[in-house]
């Protein structure tokens, strides 16, 4: 089942159970076509199972998950074939993945990984391994990007000049869902948000809805209000 | 099809870059060059002394004196180094996290298991470059070769192989970490011997289920005899081993429905196992013929119309009971497919039986008329047969009889090139292959 105009993403009630723990419970929200939502939550929350979930790797206990677009999950804390180069792993997923002529080289000026091209990636430091894998998610070609947590090991010039490079990809039209434990980083990237904590839903809204709802000035108070 | 050419190439530079597999390839030659290097050693010593003679014919017989010896060293790196390897490509994508990547595409976890069986399977067949030198050398030396057989050994090991691969990805698939999985697969390994074991103390239905296991189906191949059933027995082993894998290796699937799905894999194996047992069909590949009768007795044998009974009154390790089996029931089972014949013994060694009434007793049964005998040669059996199906043996011709290839010479170069060349140049290739980006 597809979700009404405008929303590429709707998750209803999703439930999901870790034998006696319930590690998400009855979680919805939307993702609106061409925004980024960030996905906000201490860790714990529930972030990468619910991206999990709607990605399809892990079977879901309760919910529903609907999308008018294919969508691609890049997971955290992964070293995919580290013994191949980044060049040859990303000609790999563009080959894979049927990416478009041109986003192969319009990715990897986008996020600098020019330099790292030789490199193995099972020899790149987490900052560098963070860039490549994003650069596989958007080489996927897939208009829904689900990546969790995208600035995890970066440093502030680097999680500057990617989250600017993810603006610019939701410019041309894809739409990328992240979860985010550095709530700074998330206001600088991010559309809109859903607040996660204890595998519930504690809000959704834009900076300027939830700051409001929560009576602060800032996202991080907002959220310690909403949490 | 893009897709599955850019799978092909990543599978081929992850075998490439497996450090297990050029271990393993390393391994193999010097392995296949003992084997290669005593069985010619073996070879040249025995036809230097007498020549040969007929009935003894056998002894020169390169599928029993070279290739079975020399693919014997595949036997044992297919049993303890390829599995690793296939872990190793299996495993590695999970422990990675490429898995998560991979399987985001609608290509069919199945077919992605395929074609990175398929590369094992190249990277096994670069492997056997090396009893592939060791035909060249035998070649070369003016050994005979005998296509026919030499083909069925390799089938048989391929075959064996294609298990290995299977069993490999099965156990990588179903369990959590890569040395859980060797474990899995060296206990699978061990189990199939136990059987062997029973099947020789005990017999009966161990007996039965012996005959499929690795061990015993590349012995049935190495003695120049294609099994029909085998064949399709271990194909279906390979396929449900793969099914198995890509059950266990899709990403989204709740325990239940995996469970479920591989209850139905596992219950149409055995469907395919009990169908496959059921053909008889079988090709005599060596030149000796030695596992068949004379054509002549075979032709005769097959004039026979009545239903064949054969009790044998051999305890399991008696080792009359062996020289029968594979002396004359074994021909006799591939003439006359109709032929029932059992086993009956009270213990499995038979020691304490040889005063019992009956016991080594051979009873034959053919349309009412009964024959006993105690002779257990082929050509016991043979006229027994014939004796009761009142039928004239056909005259034995000359032409029948194998006469070997006897070849006096030392395995000159063979040491050079098994345990300098090859460890030298695979070295050298791993060098290049590692640390190519």
Avoid at chain 2, 21 to 32: D, R
């Amino acid at each position: 089942m597809r979700p009404a105009d405008g929303i590429c993403l709707r998750v209803s009630g999703l439930t999901k159970r870790y034998g006696g723990l319930r590690a998400l419970d009855a979680v919805s929200f939307e993702v609106r076509r061409g925004e980024v939502l960030g996905l906000i939550g201490p860790n714990g929350s529930g972030k990468t199972t619910l991206f999990e979930c709607i990605g399809g790797v892990l079977p879901l206990d309760a919910g529903r998950v609907e999308a008018d677009a294919a969508l691609f999950y890049l997971p955290d804390s992964i070293a995919p074939w580290p013994s191949q180069s980044v060049g040859w792993a990303l000609d790999f997923v563009a080959g894979y993945f049927g990416a478009p002529s041109g986003l192969r080289e319009a990715v990897i000026e986008a996020l600098a990984l020019a330099p790292l091209l030789t490199q193995r990636i099972g020899q790149l430091s987490k900052g560098q391994r963070k860039r490549a894998l994003l650069a596989v998610g958007l080489l996927t070609s897939r208009p829904l990007v689900l990546a969790d947590e995208p600035f995890d090991g970066l440093d502030l010039r680097q999680t500057r000049d990617v989250a600017e490079a993810l603006r610019s990809f939701a410019r041309d039209g894809r739409t990328l869902v992240l979860s985010i434990h550095q709530i700074n980083d998330a206001a600088r990237v991010c559309d809109r948000f859903v607040l996660l904590s204890g595998g519930t839903v504690r809000g959704e809204g834009t900076l300027s809805e939830l700051t409001a709802r929560a009576h602060t000035s800032t996202l991080e108070e907002a959220f310690l209000a909403l949490t | 099809m893009r897709s599955r050419k850019w799978l092909l190439a990543k599978e081929w530079r992850e075998l490439m870059a497996s450090r297990a597999w050029w271990l393993m390839l390393l391994a193999i030659g010097p392995l296949v060059g003992v084997s290669f290097i005593s069985a010619v050693t073996a070879y040249g010593e025995l036809s230097g002394v007498n020549g040969t003679a007929a009935g003894v014919g056998e002894a020169f017989s390169p599928l029993i004196g070279i290739w079975a010896p020399t693919f014997s060293a595949c036997e044992l790196a297919a049993a303890f180094l390829l599995p690793f390897v296939g872990i190793r490509l299996v495993a590695g994508d999970r422990q990675s996290g490429a898995l998560k990547i991979e399987l985001q595409h609608p290509l069919s976890s199945m077919t992605r298991l395929s074609i990175k069986a398929a590369v094992l399977m190249a990277g096994w067949l670069i492997a056997t470059i090396a009893p592939a030198i060791g035909v060249a050398l035998w070649a070369g030396y003016g050994g005979s070769i005998y296509a026919p057989e030499l083909l069925t050994v390799i089938a048989g090991h391929l075959l064996n192989a294609g298990l290995t691969i299977a069993l490999a990805a099965t156990a990588a698939a179903v369990t959590e970490h890569p040395a859980t999985a060797a474990i899995v697969t060296l206990t699978v390994t061990v189990g199939t011997w136990l059987i062997n074991f029973a099947a020789a103390v005990s017999g009966g239905w161990w007996e039965r289920a012996a005959a499929f296991t690795p061990t015993a189906m590349v012995a049935e191949f190495q003695r120049g005899l294609w099994r029909a059933d085998l064949t399709l027995v271990a194909i279906s082993l390979i396929v449900a081993g793969l099914a198995l894998a890509a059950i266990w290796l899709r990403i989204g699937d709740a325990v239940r429905r995996r469970l479920r799905r591989s209850a139905i894999v596992m219950g149409l194996l055995a469907l395919a196992i009990a169908g496959a047992a059921m053909v008889t069909a079988s090709w005599d590949a060596s030149e000796s013929r030695r596992n068949s009768f004379p054509e002549a007795a075979e032709a005769a044998l097959q004039s026979i119309k009545g239903d064949l009974r054969i009790e044998a009154h051999f305890a399991p390790e008696d080792p009359r009971r062996s020289d029968l089996e594979h002396g004359g029931f074994r021909k006799l089972r591939r003439a006359l497919p109709r032929v029932r014949i059992d086993y009956v013994s009270a213990t499995s060694v038979g020691l304490f039986e040889q005063t019992a009434d009956r016991y080594g007793e051979i009873w034959y049964e053919l349309d009412g008329r009964k024959l006993t005998s105690r002779v257990t040669t082929a050509e016991g059996v043979l006229e027994s047969v014939f004796t009761l199906a009142g039928i004239g043996a056909p005259p034995e011709s000359d032409e029948d009889v194998f006469r070997g290839h006897p070849l006096a010479v030392t395995p000159r170069g063979a040491g050079v090139l098994f345990y300098g060349v090859w460890p030298v140049s695979v070295a050298a290739l791993a060098f290049f292959m590692l640390r190519r980006k």
